[in-house]
């Protein structure tokens, strides 16, 4: 299979490997403008990285795309055709945008691969992904993962959080955002880059210090709950205190997480903080090297052998039942021997069966999805 296979030969060629930055915020945060600064200091550097668009519902992107989702889908079309409200358009196109997945990484790695013809061509060393701010149709979506997959499997992959900086200076709204970013953690399984913009409004050394000192987020609790930010009548007493030891809780709770993830203050206005974000970056892809491509691999392995042993328990269960229909005189002339070469033959094949059935489970999606297209080519695909 295309990604099993480009999966182990990123580990070899992982040194010179561009880095996948998948940038991800609700909306408003300021991803595009985030996306559209570091966009331009790469420019800047001439070093142009690749840029992907992989939202459909954008009206504007203000940056040049190599890849973008609305050249293949019209997500207007999509949300007509299929009867759709906002959010499951963005889902059906986003699905149908997957199918094309291989052209896309098949691009991605021509642009990455030196050409021995072309010997002064000049490799990207980034590619940017922006997504929809709906975050939870891309990272909570079967396509989404299919993405994010696949990119993972050839490239060193990070993800960069980005929170808009003003909206979360209440402990409340921040520890809700960082709910949030440990739940794309937990989803997506790879290294986090968390990118308070908006610096140039509101000075994120507040949200460094609630993740690495606790007493100091104890202490803006205790504010917060003392101004009745937790609940009440404002200006009638406080709220009732269920809200400051839930937070409480958490916060502790997620020590453990904070101490996974780099953490950089960044003005998309003003481009303050981009050289700290793209020094994240660079360590969050060697972890990825050492600690998460390793582990991607493992599970990969482990969920191949699940479906080995899935399959030869079907195998033992059916030759079971052909032995006892035979028994039973309704089976064919087959004899036990044969029985045996049968499941020795098909032992020797199994790794066969699970590309097989990794592939049987893309081409169902890719099937289902352009038996969809085919019905609808002329009005969904395309703009
Ligand atoms: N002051 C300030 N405003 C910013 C910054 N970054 C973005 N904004 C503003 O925040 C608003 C939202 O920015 P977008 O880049 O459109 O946010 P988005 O996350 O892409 O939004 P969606 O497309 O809805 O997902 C815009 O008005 C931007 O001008 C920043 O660093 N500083």
Redesign the pocket.
Known sequence: MASEASASTSAATAAQQPVAIVCV??????????MQRINAHLHAKKEPPYVINL?PA?LNVPFESNIDIRDSVNYKEVMKQYNLGPNGGILTSLNLFATKVDQILGLLEKRAAPDPEQPGKKLIKNILVDT??QIEVFVWSASGQILLESLASSFPTVIAY?IDTPRTASTSTFMSNMLYACSILYKTKLPMILVF?????KDASFAKEWMTDYDAFQEALQRDDEGNAFGGVEGEGAGSGYMGSLLNSMSSMLEEFYAHLSVVG?????GQGVDEFFDAVREKAEEFKQDYLPELERKRKERDEQKRKMRQKELDKMMKGMSMGESSGTAGPKTADNDDSEIESNNGDDDDYADVDDEYDREGLQARYAAAMEANQDSTMGR
């Open positions: 915020g609700m909306a408003g945060s300021g991803k595009t403008t985030f939202d954008v929809p701010g980005v913009n908006k610096t140039d409004v960044v003005s998309s206005m003003t």
